[in-house]
Every structure is written in C-alpha cells, then in structure tokens.
C-alpha cells in the first residue's frame, strides 16, 4: 500500500466471522481523502459487515482497521465515530417520529440520537441549518421527521452527515425505497457533494448500477464476502466483472456520466 498517512481509511487483513462462517474478507483497502467510492455487491455479499467496520460498530475477527489516523483498539472509538458520517436505513428507523429534520442533523454533533442528552449552541443550530441548505433540504428544518416523504427523509440524513466537519462520510444504500423522482433528485444531490474538494472521502453502498453518481471515482466489488476487484472505476466496473459479481450475464453502459446495466439476452 502507499503512505497510509494520508490515507483516510487503511483496512488491512480484515476479516469478520460469525461462528465458522466468514461474511466479509479477508480484505485490505485503502481510501485516500480526495477519493469517492462505490461498494457494488449483491444481497449477502459482505456489504452491510463493511459498513460496521468502517462505521466502528464491529470489531473485525482478523485485521487491523485505521480511520482518519487513528487505530481501532488504541483509540477512544466514541469520540472517533463524532467525525463518522453515517447515514442508513437502520439509523433512520431509529428517529423518534415527532423530532425535527434540524434535530435530527445537529444530534450528529455528539453521535447522538436525541436533543435531550447534550446542549447545543446556536453555532450548532447554525451549523445545522447551514448542512440542511448545502443538500437543497432547508424547507424541512421545522418538519416532523414522520411527516416527511422518504426522499425527503434522505435527505436531511444526507445533511446530518455533514454536520461537525466529518473527515469520512459512509451512505449505506442511500436510494432505498425511493420512488424515481426522489432517487434522481438524491443522486444529483450526491453527484454535487461528491464534486465539491472540501467534501471528505466517501463511500456509498448500493446494489444498481444507475445508482452510483457522477463524480464517483473508485469502486470495490464484492460477491460471498471477498472482494473481486477494485480501483477506479472507469478500470475495474466492466459488464465482464459485473456479471461475474452479480452471477449473471450482464451487459453495462457508461453514458452521460451514468452507469446503466441489464441483463444480457
């Protein structure tokens, strides 16, 4: 590997086993500062057991794991995942119905899932209203998370990533469950943030193709929990290795900045 200094996520031998059965790796991956990156895999193909990994939320069986410079198991892990961020559907299940879309982005200050455990300042409230309008989401800064639309749900998890100067953002499968309309809309949105130099490394994880936004550099495919590949994308995403992660024959397309897959008949 490079000098791993500089590196914002440094994987090396990780592996993570439940019981007899390895679900993910062994695996070594570096993602570097400026670099966007996709994690392209089908149902049971490690991705979820990634996302803990880097999120901090699951100690590997095997490896070491290095996050912004810091090394899991000599570092206080709480006060690291404060310059996680992360958003999921399980975070999202997680927001109490009646809680604001503001809320909801300045409790990323601490990690927290509620206002009610930590005071924020109105450097804090500003610096959240200030997340919500750099995702287009400032209407729904005194909304009900329960009243929201789930694209619009997305979105102010979006902005909470951004909330506190992150150094790593980790979207596991931002797009699920919206309609096209809203999936488009969020992809746009992600295609912006990722173009942006003061945006920190990302990694977003997806099953589709036409999932992955324009201005992603690099890609990791994974099939049974190792990876098949990785590197940048216009390198390593070929219907050949495609098909091959997915188990089917499939035929890709690059066009307008899009990636667009589909059964090969």
Known sequence: MSNTSSASV??????????????????????????????????????????????????????????????????????????????????????????????????ARHAALETWWHTYSET????????????????????NFETMSSGEQQRVQLARTLMGDPGLLILDEPTAGLDLSGREQLVTSLSSLASMPSTPATVLVTHHTDEIPPSFTHGLLLRDGCPLTTGPLEDILTAEALSECFGLKLRLEHREGRWLSWAAT
């Open 124 to 143: 804090d409230l500003d610096a959240a209203r200030s997340c919500l309008a750099q995702v287009g989401a400032e209407s729904l800064t005194t909304r």
């Open 10 to 107: 440094v994987l090396e031998g990780v592996s993570v086993k439940y019981e007899d059965r390895t679900v993910l790796g062994p695996i070594d991956l570096e993602i570097r500062s400026d670099e966007r990156w996709i994690v392209l895999g089908p149902n049971g193909s490690g991705k979820t057991s990634l996302v803990k990994i880097l999120s901090l939320y699951r100690y590997p069986t095997t490896g070491s794991v290095q996050i912004l410079g810091e090394r899991w198991g000599q570092t206080d892990v709480r006060e690291l995942r404060k310059r996680i961020g992360l958003a999921s559907s399980s975070l999202r299940d997680q927001f109490r119905a009646d809680i604001t879309g503001l809320e909801i982005v300045v409790t």
